[in-house]
Antibody, heavy 123, light 108 residues
């Protein structure tokens, strides 16, 4: 069964760029049947979708983060990545990667999720 | 933006009781609603998709219902492992997506 695993620095300084990678095992990011997303959750708070990427490189981002987010895919490594620039303390959160099954022309849910990785923004 | 409002914020019940969690959308999301369970220190797990379909491996005591703006997640008889936070999520107006704020199900 497919598994997703996030990796990257757990501590980022304010104004710098947060960079995370999601490695997919048991499945392929090149599959045309899925979108691949990033979602975050500040400590003790709810869930916020950041954006998704398709194997072709097509992306879509949450409008509230769009100016600072870049999601990319590396099919040769079976990975996709997140970059979030100009971070502040408000970006401190657990970051999850997740798969979205394509149902017709849209996706409607996330399954499975990675275990998540805590990123703290602090000097 | 479609807003999802979950109620109650906290639900206190005992094992063996029936739990009823609500999710209300600010406008119709058709049946494009999912439910997730999140335990402390874990990622959310998909329970229900398209309002009423159980995800693979989800016990039959979990059921979802509703359409349009009002949805319900029901746990027929609570097991100790069911005490967690539950989130609803919609993606009816592709590609926008929103989550509810969560309902905490705690042991009474």
């Amino acid at each position: 069964q497919v598994q997703l695993q996030e990796s990257g620095p757990g501590l980022v300084k304010p104004s710098e760029t947060l960079s995370l990678t999601c490695t997919v095992s048991g499945g392929s990011v090149s599959s045309g049947s899925y979108y691949w997303s990033w979602i975050r959750q500040p400590p003790g708070k709810g869930l916020e979708w950041i954006g998704y990427i398709y194997y072709s490189g097509s992306t879509n981002y949450n409008p509230s983060l769009k100016s600072r987010v870049t999601i990319s895919v590396d099919t040769s490594k079976n990975q996709f990545s997140l970059k979030l620039s100009s971070v502040t303390a408000a970006d401190t959160a657990v970051y999850y990667c997740a798969r979205e099954p394509l149902m017709g022309a849209t996706t409607r849910w996330f399954d499975p999720w990675g275990q998540g990785t805590l990123v703290t923004v602090s000097s | 933006e479609i807003v999802l409002t979950q109620s109650p914020a906290t639900l206190s019940l005992s094992p063996g009781e029936r739990a009823t969690l609500s999710c209300r959308a600010s406008q119709s999301v058709s049946s494009y609603l999912a439910w997730y369970q999140q335990k402390p220190g874990q990622a959310p797990r998909l329970l229900i998709y398209d309002a009423s379909n159980r995800a693979t491996g989800i016990p039959a005591r979990f059921s979802g219902s509703g359409s349009g703006t009002d949805f319900t997640l029901t746990i027929s008889s609570l097991e100790p492992e069911d005490f967690a936070v539950y989130y609803c999520q919609q993606r009816s107006n592709w590609p926008a997506i929103t989550f509810g704020q969560g309902t905490r199900l705690e042991i009474k």
